[in-house]
């Protein structure tokens, strides 16, 4: 759209010109001097190719042929005096990423518009990319003393520029020199201490920082950046001493109570962060910033319905609007009420916060059971977030197994692996599944490879010592696994249960016993209960079988190794 208005204007500056040339031209040309006609044809002539320059340029950017268009601009450049045709010029370079032509034509630009400040620094810029560091910082110091009142903002966007552009150790020279042309100017000090807190040198920069405040001690911004750099160096009372005197000084200044009340919400004081945002929403109740870490602060201190309050005004347009949504979802899924939850987090589909409010929305659809829904999301989510794939392909076998659909759920991770093979979660999660459809091959194969990536891997040890252990005779193979799944950790529930099932099953009942009580102990998982009341069935303690087994239904009636018990003893439950 740029180029086309662009475009537009040259094309009517063209017409103009040729009709101003035609304008001179008298009605009877044979009363015309010979070489005043001639003088007037080469005018019109040279008017007629910048036209055609101009057009053959705009074209060519309109195209994408950003070569052509600099070459038809760079011509026009130096055949016209006009600034803005080397302005132009400059522009394309710098986007076709032609540093040296971009440095001609800005040069030329600087040379016809000698007060043009965004000329200066793109010329300093272009200089110091090419190492020419002292005719650069002649440029810098210009644009300094000609910024001004907005030095500030000046130096500003120079760190930007020479942060992105050059490298550590150049920026920081070009600085360090910039320091010493202009010792007595704060706002050179402020900026050296910006970049070298970039750079992570904190203690250079809180050296600039406090040559800033002793040139000029009452300056907030370098107040904030001092407290800034006291509280990367951890030292919390430092920073918040810095802002309440600065304050003490200018108590109206609210980007310094603001900055004082985040410092607060960091250091966990939450009732203080909440006093200063108030104060500042005092003075100005339409401060957006200060609302929204209100209702931070708010959060923090368990008073949610306050907090609702606040973001949900946030929510009607204000710069936060999304942020507010996402968090008002979190407020309404944890008070269950899950269908405002997900009408809130469907409304985040921009900023940093997207995927978490995506993926919370999928949890809220898990919640209302709407399960077919939930796994037409995550399959969205990973095609528009695959970096994320992992996450989402995993959440999916989650809801399929979930609800007892393992064949699905080892299609999905089979197209996980496919995607990204070798990933430990995947094959981990995938033998599981596949013990539960008696693919003990497939289950067998995905642990051994993960165990070939990891032989300390005590999940898969224990898994497949267990399989083994209760699908086959392959005792041996299981005890070797279990018996270093049980060295790595000798105190988990899981491995304890493993290993004493291992025991029952090879015949010592006694030993058994032992480990699956232990296990118990730690967990009363209505596995390991079922294991544990087998074992003590069959070695005559059937008081204590019962007992275990009747407490497992009660607390978990629905757990598929309940049910088998109960199938498998009747008697018992009746």
Request: net charge negative; with cysteine; proline share 2%.
């Amino acid at each position: 759209m740029l180029i086309h208005i662009v475009f537009l204007r040259l094309v009517g500056l063209g017409l103009l010109l040729l009709l101003g040339a035609c304008a001179t031209v008298p009605p009877d040309d044979a009363r015309v001097d010979e070489r005043i006609g001639a003088a007037i044809s080469e005018e019109a002539s040279q008017r007629a190719e910048t036209l055609y320059l101009l057009l053959a340029g705009e074209l060519a950017g309109q195209k994408g042929q950003y070569d052509v268009a600099l070459e038809s601009y760079l011509k026009l450049m130096h055949d016209s005096s006009d600034a803005r045709l080397a302005e132009r010029a400059t522009q394309i370079a710098l986007y076709a990423k032609q540093p040296d032509k971009a440095l001609e034509a800005a040069t030329l630009w600087l040379e016809r518009a000698p007060d043009n400040m965004a000329a200066r620094k793109i010329v300093a810029m272009l200089l110091l990319k090419n190492g020419r560091y002292d005719e650069a910082l002649g440029h810098l110091g210009q644009v300094l003393q000609g910024a001004g009142g907005d030095a500030e903002s000046a130096l500003v966007d120079l760190v930007r520029m020479i942060s992105q552009d050059l490298s550590k150790e150049d920026a920081a020279r070009v600085m360090a020199q910039l320091v010493e042309r202009f010792p007595l100017r704060a706002e050179v000090h402020y900026a050296y201490a910006l970049l070298a807190m970039e750079l992570g040198d904190v203690a250079l920069a809180r050296t600039e920082v406090d040559k800033a405040l002793r040139l000029h001690p009452d300056w907030a911004r370098a107040r904030v950046l001092q407290a800034q750099l006291a509280a990367r160096a951890g030292d919390w009372a430092a920073a918040k001493g810095i802002l309440e005197q600065a304050l003490r000084v200018d108590p109206g200044n609210s980007h310094l109570r603001l900055v004082l009340a985040e410092q607060l919400v960091r250091e966990g004081n939450h009732k203080a962060a909440e006093q200063q945002f108030r104060r500042i929403l005092r003075k100005e109740p339409e401060h957006e910033d200060a609302a929204f870490g209100l209702s931070m602060a708010l959060l923090q201190s368990h008073q949610e319905d306050a907090a609702r309050k606040v973001l949900t005004r946030l929510t009607e347009g204000s710069r936060w609007s999304t942020q507010a949504a996402y968090y008002l979802g979190l407020i309404e899924s944890r008070h269950k009420h899950y269908e405002e939850a997900l009408d809130w987090f469907e409304q985040v589909n921009s900023g940093s916060l997207t995927m978490d409010a995506q993926v919370n929305a999928v949890t809220s659809l898990i919640a209302l059971g709407r399960d077919a829904d939930a796994l037409e999301k995550l399959g969205q989510l990973r095609k528009r977030f695959p970096e994320e794939a992992l996450r989402f392909f995993l959440m999916e076998a989650e809801v399929l197994t979930r609800d007892n659909d393992y064949a699905n759920a080892f299609e999905v991770l089979t197209e996980a692996l496919q995607a990204m093979p070798g990933r430990p979660e995947l094959l981990y999660t995938r033998a599981l599944v596949a013990e539960h459809l008696d693919r003990l091959d497939v289950m067998e194969q995905d642990l051994t490879e993960l165990l070939t990536l990891d032989p300390n891997d005590a999940n898969a040890l224990n898994a497949l010592g267990y399989t083994l252990a209760d699908k086959s005779n392959r005792y041996s193979e299981a005890l070797s696994l279990l018996t270093r799944a049980l060295a790595l950790r000798p105190e988990e529930a899981a491995v304890l249960d493993s290993y004493g099932w291992l025991q029952y099953r090879m015949g010592n009942h006694e030993s058994a016993i032992d480990y699956l009580r232990r296990a118990y102990q730690r967990n009363q998982d209505a596995e390991i209960a079922a294991h544990l009341g087998e074992v003590l069935w069959v070695s005559g303690k059937r008081s204590e079988a019962k007992a275990v087994w009747r407490k497992a239904a009660r607390l978990a009636p629905g757990n598929e190794y309940i049910k088998r018990v109960m199938e498998a003893f009747k008697e018992v439950f009746e």
